[in-house]
């Protein structure tokens, strides 16, 4: 998993709440366990009109906002369907970090997992990043982990709180299977004691 230290980027508004993971994913694209090329679909039945054509009105098919890594996003991001194509579309199409007031619990543990920050702030403070972001490539958002800072394109800042664990896996780029690896000489010295215990199994 890549870690993520810092990031600085494109925000793009997606001033709606309650975008669930249909939305994010259309189920069309679930047939695939390969988490790359899911970026095509995202956001596909907004992205896109009925004959395949972009639809010029939906924010990441205009101009200022093709190249976004992070994303502002209205309440209760991430609801519906526990699919992990999700977080695997967003960062495929190269989205690092999702805003919101509140994410859905599943959608919200599989961004870690995938090495996508989701950050949780106050509506006053979404308002403020959402309008930052409404100004598009001309004015870019930074985001420091370590810091647990957001700073907006005039200088602002705005803190975020954020889990330890999760924080020291992202900073790190520890996915599951990289924190099991860790513990791979206890895991090694284990198995060897209980094949010398055990030796019929």
């Known amino acids: 998993m890549e870690k993520f230290t810092r990031l600085t980027g494109i925000a793009a508004p997606l001033p709606v709440v309650n975008i669930d993971t249909d939305m994010i994913i259309p189920k069309d694209y679930l047939k695939t366990i390969k988490r790359t090329g899911l970026g095509e679909g995202l956001f596909a039945e907004a992205r896109y009109n009925e004959d395949g054509s972009e639809n010029p009105d939906f924010v990441l098919n205009q101009p200022a906002w093709r190249e976004a890594s992070i994303l502002v996003a209205g309440d209760n991001f991430g609801c519906g369907s526990s699919r992990e194509h999700a977080p695997w579309a967003l960062l495929d199409f190269g989205i690092r970090c999702v805003i ?54 005039d200088g602002g800042v705005i803190k975020f709180d954020i889990d330890g664990f999760r924080k020291h896996c992202l900073l790190n780029g520890l996915d599951d299977i990289a924190l099991t690896l860790e513990k791979a000489d206890a895991i090694d010295s284990y198995e060897e004691k209980a094949s010398g215990n055990r030796p019929w199994l």
């Open 100 to 153: 919101s007031t509140s994410f859905a619990d599943i959608f919200y543990n599989n961004c870690f997992k995938n090495g996508i920050l989701p950050i949780v702030v106050s509506q006053e403070n979404l308002d403020k990043l959402m309008d930052d972001a409404s100004r598009g490539a001309n004015a870019r958002v930074s985001i420091d982990l370590a810091e647990q800072e957001i700073r907006g394109p």
